[in-house]
Nanobody, 121 residues
Framework: QVQLVESGGGLVQPGESLRLSCTAS????????MGWYRQAPGKQRELVAT???????TSTDSMKGRFTISIDNARNTVFLQLNSLKPEDTAVYYC???????????????WGKGTLVTVSS
């Protein structure tokens, strides 16, 4: 089995920062990419940012400049640095990984259970 465990969420005031982490564990042959999505109350889940094992990143335009994704391939860990947080950033942030469990497997998506980020004064 594969598990993705997120950490780093919490309650912060507007303008403050948080750093989210997500580590993939279990039977993993290789990770193609990892990413972060978020879901605010009453809204659909949306992409925040993704990063390949080679370091290529994509992100939602509205979050560029404030959020930065990075990856530690040796530890199967992806990070999301959240700066200048706004109340509208309040959401559950989910980690995603596209990986292969065995050499001959095709890639599959796995999800963490999410970590809550609340931005409020």
């Amino acid at each position: 089995q594969v598990q993705l465990v997120e950490s780093g969420g919490g309650l912060v005031q507007p303008g403050e920062s948080l750093r989210l982490s997500c580590t993939a564990s279990g039977t993993i042959f290789s990770i193609t990419a990892m990413g972060w999505y978020r879901q605010a109350p009453g809204k659909q889940r949306e992409l925040v940012a993704t990063i390949t094992s080679g370091g290529y990143t994509t992100s939602t335009d509205s979050m560029k400049g404030r959020f930065t994704i990075s990856i530690d391939n040796a530890r199967n860990t992806v990070f999301l640095q959240l700066n200048s947080l706004k109340p509208e950033d309040t959401a559950v942030y989910y980690c995603n990984a596209e990986l292969r469990r065995r050499a001959l497997d095709s890639g599959s998506d796995y999800w963490g259970k999410g970590t809550l980020v609340t931005v409020s004064s």
